[in-house]
């Protein structure tokens, strides 16, 4: 997570490729070409079970809670609210969560990670101390801390992913959290767990060598040689204290930074060895020096996400060759999102306060549509991003926001919930025949982008279908090469006729999903159309 130092940083994003190995566009048409066809000629998809991109990681689905604003404090944890438990963890926050299955969780920061000693969060709460976050200029008082997130994520069923302050903090107290956290007993720092009330360790498996080490916003900021070296420290004192352990080296914060992929490939050169993954970090924004507030232009933006990924799979491959090593480094997307509107101001400074009102985004139907398309996006990447966090998951920039009475959906929560509900199995190798329109320093851009999972176990096929053309509606036709599916279970379509409309805790229901009619299938065809500006879930059954 990138503070407002990060704004100097920012520069209008490159062409993008439309080229991916899971989605091939074969109409070339102009707009007007596009256009004209578009109730007449239908977007024709291809899916067949046999061909399949990757086994469907579903830590591809996982959010991120940073100690930022009202993440923590007043967004998971509310002692002494009527919503709170016994342990001031709000009820209704954890039940969401449950609900959705969100697989995993990455935590405690972000910028704020790069500042932490995670001592000060471990132990008698009334010895912890209260300390300034240089990061957002904000008062953490630490009654929240490691025990505390682990015993929330065994409350919603999830899995941690622990952040590692290798900002300020040292290698060696990188290994003393994984002992910590890991080692049974019998040793100082597990003894030192025990002492505090927690008798079994927790066994995280996965840890992030820290956050954003390239930016010069970061606590700790180094170049890329000094990151590496200390990366590949850290990584041998951890898995001398347990070998099980995945870890994520840090990547370039974006495609903005004047070292993107040199940072990368300069990390790499010192760690491939002793690492298992590469993080990268991406947030969209429809604004003038992103998208000139083109709404059609931000509505193809998840292609840039996908074109950030295979650079950053070229120089994992480049550095695996240039070392002869066996081993592939799979990606880590830990932080994406929609995120522009609170990005300066107030909106980044605490002023030293207590659970600050800070990047708390409102989220509209185009924001939506975007983050249906960047979830199209990560499916379609299976292959080797193995895990992505949206970011992040209560009150900051986040699906879900809390106040003192509950809580509301934003309108970016309901493309995630379908991810999270209903893509299992394998991604679908899906091939699309699409009109397409163009769009600056993109080129041709299809209206019609779908991805997909198939379930062997189950039989089931779901299909997230968006559909970028903001005036019309588009007809799909999908061609079952294989077998043809039986029923529908699911058929439901997220859309609206204002794009910047959005919900509320007094509107909550102003941008909803709605019931779709449920397509039928004939001769191994099934056809519909699809509501312009609109993003579509359908699944299934054998």
């Known amino acids: 997570m990138a503070s407002i130092s990060r704004r100097h940083f920012l520069q209008q994003a490159s062409g993008t490729s439309l080229a991916c190995a899971s989605s091939i566009m074969f109409s070339r048409a102009s707009w007007a070409q596009a256009r004209s066809t578009a109730a007449g000629a239908p977007a024709r998809v291809y899916v067949d079970s046999r061909r399949t991109i990757s086994a469907l990681d579903r830590n591809l689905f996982g959010s991120f809670l940073e100690h930022l604003g009202r993440a923590i404090y007043e967004g998971i944890y509310e002692p002494g609210s009527s919503l709170s438990d016994e342990n001031g963890f709000r009820k209704d926050v954890i039940a969401e969560v449950h609900q959705l299955g969100v697989p995993i969780i990455r935590y405690p920061g972000g910028n704020f990670v790069s500042g932490y000693d995670w001592l000060d969060g471990v132990g008698p709460k009334q010895e912890r101390p209260r300390v300034l976050d240089k990061a957002w200029n904000s008062i953490n008082t630490n009654q929240f801390g490691t025990n505390e997130f682990m015993a929330w994520c065994k409350a919603v069923g999830t899995e941690p992913l622990m952040g590692l302050n290798l900002g300020t903090g040292s290698t060696e107290m990188a290994a003393a959290l994984v002992e910590y956290c890991n080692v049974g007993k019998g040793t100082r720092w597990s003894d030192l767990r025990r002492k505090h009330g927690v008798a079994e360790p927790y066994k995280v498996r996965r840890w992030c060598l820290g956050n954003e080490m390239d930016g010069p916003w970061q606590i700790g900021h180094m170049t890329a040689t000094e990151y590496g070296l200390k990366a590949q420290d850290a990584a041998r004192q951890m898995r001398y204290v347990d070998p099980s352990l995945q870890l994520i080296a840090c990547g370039s914060s974006g495609p903005f930074m004047p070292t993107y992929l040199e940072w990368d490939r300069e990390v790499l050169e010192q760690c491939y060895d002793y690492v298992d993954a590469l993080s990268l970090h991406r947030y969209f924004s ?87 398309g960047l979830i199209n996006s990560l499916l379609r990447n299976a292959d080797r991003v193995k895990l992505a966090c949206l970011a992040q998951l209560v009150n900051v920039i986040a699906p879900i926001t809390t106040n003192s009475k509950g809580l509301l959906r934003h309108t970016i929560y309901f493309p995630y ?92 229901q102003k941008v909803v999903p709605q019931n779709f009619d449920k397509p039928t299938t004939s001769g191994g065809r099934t056809k519909f159309e699809l509501p312009a500006r609109s993003y579509t879930a359908i699944q299934w059954g054998a």
């Open 417 to 508: 919930s379908w991810a999270l509900q209903m893509a299992h199995g394998s991604v679908l190798n899906i091939m699309v025949d699409s009109p397409t329109y163009e769009v600056s320093k993109m080129g041709q851009v299809p209206y019609v982008d779908v991805a997909g999972t198939f379930n062997a176990e189950d039989g089931k096929t779901s299909v997230f279908i968006l559909n970028r053309d903001l005036s019309n509606p588009h007809v799909v036709e999908i061609n079952w090469q294989d077998k043809a599916p039986e029923r529908v279970l699911v058929s439901s379509v997220f859309t609206g006729n204002d794009l910047k409309a959005f919900n509320t805790f007094e509107a909550p």
């Open 286 to 372: 429809n604004n003038a020096e992103e998208t000139g507030n083109d709404s059609a232009k931000f509505v193809a933006m998840n292609l840039s996400m996908e074109k950030q990924i295979a650079e950053t799979v070229a120089v994992c491959d480049m550095v695996q060759g240039h070392k002869r090593s066996p081993k592939k480094l799979w990606l880590s997307f830990d932080e994406w999102n929609v995120w522009y509107r609170a990005r300066s101001g107030d909106a980044v400074n605490g002023h030293e306060k207590e659970a600050p009102h800070l990047l708390e985004e409102v989220y509209n139907l185009e924001d939506a549509l975007l983050v249906g």
